[in-house]
């Protein structure tokens, strides 16, 4: 996990805007951020591209964890609760998987454990390894 931990490091965006791998095993992941002003928009709540970027990271851990390089083909996602202050905390499971595409779920929840964005999401499976050098 530390290898792929260090892997996503490299990604500025996601170093930037503060989001931490918690958890990640094959099909699974788990990621946090802590609520700063930078986050919020001029309505002082989270920002959609945020939440959507924090649901993005768990779900691109969660199925790269298979060990091949895999990119999102399609994603929804569902703002049900405005977030402002704590940590938000955005779980992947995956729901399907097949040798070239795969499917998962990420809720992410605040302090409260209330859902605040619901992600769905579509991945292309490579043929190619993962490169976690």
């Known amino acids: 996990m530390e290898d792929f931990k260090n892997y ?4 500025m965006f996601i170093v930037n805007v503060g989001i931490e791998l918690l958890e990640i095993s094959p099909g699974y992941a788990k990621a946090k951020l802590e609520v700063e002003e930078k986050h919020l928009n ?8 945020v939440l959507f970027t924090l649901a993005d ?3 691109a851990a969660a199925i ?3 060990g ?5 083909i399609n994603a929804n996602m ?5 977030a402002t202050k704590g940590t938000l905390i955005a779980e992947a499971k995956e729901t399907s998987i097949n040798p070239k595409i795969a499917t998962y779920n990420v809720n992410i929840t605040d302090d409260e454990g209330d859902i605040v964005a619901i992600f769905q999401g579509m ?3 490579k043929k190619t390894p993962n490169d976690f050098s």
């Not at 996503?8 to 990604?11: I, L, V």
Request: net charge positive; hydrophobic share 45%.
């Open 64 to 66: 790269n964890a298979h």
């Open 57 to 59: 990271i768990a779900f």
């Open 68 to 72: 091949n390089s895999a990119v999102l």
């Open 123 to 125: 991945g292309y499976r």
């Open 78 to 82: 569902s703002f049900v609760k405005a």
């Open 8 to 11: 996503f490091k490299k990604d």
């Open 42 to 49: 001029a309505l002082k709540t989270v920002q959609g591209g």
